[in-house]
């Protein structure tokens, strides 16, 4: 089964700009998650989609949204980059269904390292 | 909110000897529990995780955590070090009313010392 892939691995864009990413989870999953990863602050959640609704948002400013299609794949768009902006952005898919007995692992993507100049 | 404390940022382990890497959790509830590993340029890999089902887990390349509430700890451990163990760790909760955001630690630096 093929893993969560994450569209483009490298990206660098200048200040102001604005930057989509793609996430295309494993085949059945249905939840995708996404995450920042950076050197200060470590590994943070951003947001949570599953069955295109948004499911969880983690505190991050405005500039930060997702979308989820029908097909489960996933973008994030991130506007008016700033410099802080520059991380890896990680994207993990999971089954989806929690409840108290049952677990969610979630699968990690590579990542897609932006760098904002 | 849950959360992990992961101590020591670097670890310097050499090859054959024991890994030991610390995880603390903050819940009064049991909260469900994950190491990850991650390589230079890479995503996350999961290692092992703690469902309540046993409270000694088994993982892949020999790695192993066992689940102490009286301590809220799982510690992550490899009896003999290997070179290709050198990655980064990351002890990680979420919890269990629904919400299935993960919660991750600092990270541990795993170096090995041939």
């Known amino acids: 089964k093929a893993g969560v892939t994450q569209t483009p691995r490298y990206l660098i864009k200048t200040r102001g700009q604005q930057v989509t990413l793609s996430c295309s989870p494993i085949?059945?999953?249905?939840?995708v998650s996404w995450y920042q990863q950076t050197p200060g602050q470590g590994l943070q959640f951003l947001f949570e989609?599953?069955?295109?609704?948004?499911?969880n948002k983690g505190n991050f400013p405005g500039r930060f949204s997702g979308r989820q299609f029908s097909n489960s794949r996933s973008e994030m768009n991130v506007s008016t980059l700033e410099l802080g902006d520059s991380a890896l952005y990680l994207c993990a898919s999971s089954l989806g269904y929690v409840t108290g007995r049952v677990t969610d692992t979630q699968y990690f993507g590579p990542g897609t390292r932006l760098t904002v100049l | 909110a849950q959360s992990v404390t992961q101590l020591g940022s670097h670890v310097s382990v050499s090859e054959g000897a024991l890994v030991l890497l610390r995880c603390n959790y903050s819940?009064?509830?049991?909260?469900?529990l994950f190491w990850y590993v991650q390589y230079p340029n890479q995503g996350l890999q999961l290692l092992l995780k703690y469902t309540s089902a046993a409270t000694l887990v088994k993982g892949i390349n020999g790695f192993e955590a066992e689940f102490k509430k009286s301590e809220t700890s799982f510690h992550l451990t490899k009896p003999s070090a290997h070179m290709s163990d050198a990655a980064e760790y990351f002890c990680?909760?979420?919890?269990?009313?629904?919400?299935?955001?993960?919660?991750f630690g600092k990270g541990n630096q795993v170096v090995v010392i041939p």
């Open positions: 819940s009064s509830v049991p909260p469900y």
């Open positions: 085949s059945g999953h249905r939840s």
């Open positions: 990680a909760v979420s919890d269990r009313d629904g919400n299935n955001r993960l919660a």
């Open positions: 989609y599953f069955s295109e609704t948004q499911r």
